[in-house]
């Protein structure tokens, strides 16, 4: 398949449906941020490994997290296990999205990305350069433990996150504005979580799904 192809396949199948999603599908290329020896399978519908135990998600997934996140231009969001940087392009694609003229003045776009792994986070810098999202300051590539959240940018529209744990961590809940959305998995599942008011969420379940584990470290806060 190419890049064309799979987008089709994926509106197809009902996963990819929003204008701005597909279009961010069309410009940030798979095959930029995949290893040299999978550059022939950059656009099958799978992961593929990235070293270090880790893998670039499969894209049915990451457009139906995607969907689900909606990001909008001029969002602030925080992207937990940017991995190979993929999906923080994707985003950063979207929030960086030329608003209408009377919303230029206050128009911050802004992707928080967190990798624990250091040769990771080197690698998405690297996949994530071949567009302009590093040096105009949309990405922050971030070397840090996710799971604690992240916050000197606190509060997110959105949180979205790549590695899944048993529960969603305290810490996302509390850096997310009111109004504002979680997409995550949690076991085998995407959770999205919609902040009500300061106390109460909104919680929808899609089950069947698989990730890469989210690393918490001891003491990274409770349900
Ligand atoms: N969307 C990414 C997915 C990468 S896999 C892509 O398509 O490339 C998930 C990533 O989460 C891995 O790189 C892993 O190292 C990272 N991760 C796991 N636990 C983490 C934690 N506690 N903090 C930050 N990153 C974490």
């Not at 020896?37 to 656009?43: D, T």
């Not at 590093?134 to 922050?140: D, F």
């Not at 744990?165 to 999205?192: C, F, T």
């Amino acid at each position: 398949m190419n890049n064309e192809e799979l987008i089709k396949k994926l509106i197809q199948k009902g996963i990819l449906k929003t204008q701005l999603i597909i279009e961010a599908f069309k410009k940030i290329k798979r095959i930029d941020f995949v290893l040299d020896e999978f550059k022939n399978q950059a656009y099958e519908d799978h992961p593929l490994s990235i070293g270090f135990g880790q893998t670039i998600s499969q894209p049915l997934t990451v457009a139906f997290m995607l969907e689900l996140l909606n990001p909008k231009p001029g969002e602030k969001i925080l992207e937990i296990g940017s991995g190979s940087g993929w999906l923080t392009a994707l985003l950063a694609y979207c929030v960086s999205y030329p608003p209408k003229n009377k919303e230029l003045k206050k128009f911050h776009p802004k992707v928080i990305a967190i990798e624990r792994i250091p040769e990771l986070k080197n690698f998405a810098q690297t996949n994530i350069s071949k567009y302009n999202f590093i040096l105009s300051g949309v990405v922050e590539l971030i070397l840090e433990d996710g799971s604690k959240g992240y916050l000197p940018e606190a509060p997110y529209d959105k949180i979205i996150s790549s590695a899944s744990a048993s529960y969603i961590p305290v810490a996302w809940k509390n850096e997310l504005k009111i109004g504002g959305k979680i997409v995550a998995p949690v076991l085998n599942s995407i959770e999205v979580y919609t902040k009500l008011n300061q106390d109460d969420f909104d919680i929808k379940i899609y089950k069947g799904f698989s990730f890469v584990p989210l690393v918490i470290e001891n003491g990274s806060g409770s349900m």
